[in-house]
């Protein structure tokens, strides 16, 4: 992808020529007690006739149990976003698939140019983000707005008013969870891509819904659970702190409906990990 709205999504992303997917075949004995090391397929992914494919790190899930790939490949149309070839990267990107030794384009907004697929569960839905033919009037820069993939279908999940959002999670729910601007006004937005407040948001079943703060402007959902729990951090107040110069920031944890402040280690901002894996922190000052 390339620098939307000020964020440069080659430098996001792990780019490599070719997505590698390995198969680990277990360490065993032979009859004569030898160990046999593992082995392992590297399997080129391919483009859509371009020079490379990305695999979109530190997100991901980009691979389902099933073994199917997602992630992002160069095409041979230039990209219309950037015609002077932004950091040499002069192509449109298109979402992939890649099931059963096939690479499926996903395709485009009917007005976007360029895709990138991050996240797929274990039934066949896809999370990325792509293009919507608009410029934001802020920035200069393409809109970005997070899409969905069920099948055949591209679903665009939209913004919450503004030019910018981002999927950052997904379960096996069908629920996907991320980050978008609205329409109102915010000098401390936490994305920092224009002038509007920077909200969490719940997708499921079409439906587009604000997670609601602690109490300041902005919030952010971070990670989903299959238990359809939402852990992220927000903004409790409007007001900026002297410590970190921005509105106090806790972390939250959202379930049934409600945003539960689980609050700092006596300091002015924290941030929350993923759950079943080590991060997170808080400033103790």
């Not at 099948?151 to 629920?175: A, D, M, V, Y």
Request: hydrophobic share 35%; net charge neutral.
């Amino acid at each position: 992808m390339r620098c939307w709205n000020a964020l440069n999504l080659r430098r996001i992303a792990l780019v490599t020529a070719a997505v590698m997917v390995c198969t680990l075949i277990a360490r065993t004995q032979d009859p004569q007690g030898k160990v046999r090391h593992p082995r392992y397929k590297v399997i080129d992914v391919g483009t859509f006739g371009g020079p490379n494919s990305y695999y979109f790190l530190p997100f991901g899930p980009s691979i389902s149990r099933s073994g199917v790939v997602v992630g992002g490949a160069d095409t041979t149309e230039p990209d219309p976003d950037y015609p002077s070839c932004f950091q040499n990267a002069c192509l449109a990107v298109h979402a992939f698939k890649r099931s059963s030794g096939k690479l499926t384009d996903l395709g485009t907004l009917p007005n976007g140019a360029n895709s990138g697929a991050i996240y797929i569960n274990d039934s066949g839905l896809i999370a990325g983000f792509g293009d919507d033919g608009l410029t934001d009037p802020f920035t200069g820069t393409p809109d970005l707005v997070p899409l969905a993939w069920q099948g055949r279908k591209l679903i665009e999940i939209g913004t919450l008013g503004g030019s910018f959002g981002f999927p950052n999670g997904i379960n096996n729910r069908g629920e996907i969870v991320g980050v978008a601007l609205n329409a109102v006004p915010d000098d401390f937005s936490m994305l920092g891509l224009g002038p509007t407040e920077t909200r969490a948001f719940l997708w499921r079943e079409g439906a587009l819904k604000d997670l609601g703060t602690l109490g300041g402007a902005d919030a952010w959902a971070a990670y989903n659970n299959q238990q359809g729990q939402i852990a992220g951090w927000s903004y409790t107040d409007s007001a900026p702190n002297p410590t970190t110069g921005v509105p106090t920031q806790h972390p939250y944890l959202w379930d049934k409906g409600r945003m539960r402040d689980l609050g700092t280690l006596g300091g002015t901002l924290a941030v929350v990990g993923s759950f079943g894996s080590p991060g997170g922190g808080a400033l103790n000052n």
